[in-house]
């Protein structure tokens, strides 16, 4: 699944740019060192906007596109801020034989995100994952640190109203 960048407005500090600016000051000249770079940006702001892609792509000498294609390949980098409501559904096999996409559907159709989006007031943010290793609990979804399994679409209201303001 292809990630997308969405429309949040990134809000950058002066100290997470200098903060960047040494690391890839640390590693200039050694585009082998990329990956390192893009895993201490995505600590430092939390996740890899374009602004920050563009900065590290400028740094290392390296393309947009070429920051772009390994942040939208590896599944450890984010493009999108985190939610404060970070929402995860397995589409693992067995939660997706047992009903995860009706789940992502119904989360769609209550929030308006799609998979990989969050939404502009920055409160919930959805994800479609891979296996998390609970196979057991199929179809299973997380919000933040809470586990929820076995689920229908028609938990979902439930589930959710407890995350609202």
Do not use: W
Not at 91 to 109: E, H, M, N, P, W
Not at 115 to 124: K, N
């Amino acid at each position: 699944m292809k990630k997308k960048l969405t429309t949040v407005m990134f809000r950058g500090t002066p100290a997470q740019e200098q903060a960047l600016k040494e690391v890839i000051a640390e590693h200039q000249g050694d585009k082998s060192a990329l990956m390192p770079v893009m895993q201490k940006a995505q600590d430092i702001y939390g996740y890899l906007p374009v602004e920050v892609q563009r900065v590290i792509a400028d740094g290392m000498g390296v393309s947009l596109e070429t920051v772009y294609g390994i942040a939208s390949f590896y599944s450890q980098f984010q493009l999108n801020p985190r939610g404060k409501v970070a929402i995860s559904v397995c589409l693992g096999t067995a939660c997706y034989v047992k009903g995860s996409a009706d789940l992502i559907d119904r989360i769609t159709q209550k929030l308006g995100i799609k998979a990989g989006e969050t939404s502009p007031d920055g409160m919930y943010s959805l994800e479609a994952t891979r296996c998390i290793g609970a196979c057991g609990l199929a179809p299973v979804m997380t919000i933040n640190d809470d586990v929820y399994g076995r689920l229908k679409k028609e938990d979902v209201d439930g589930i959710l109203a407890k995350y609202m303001d």
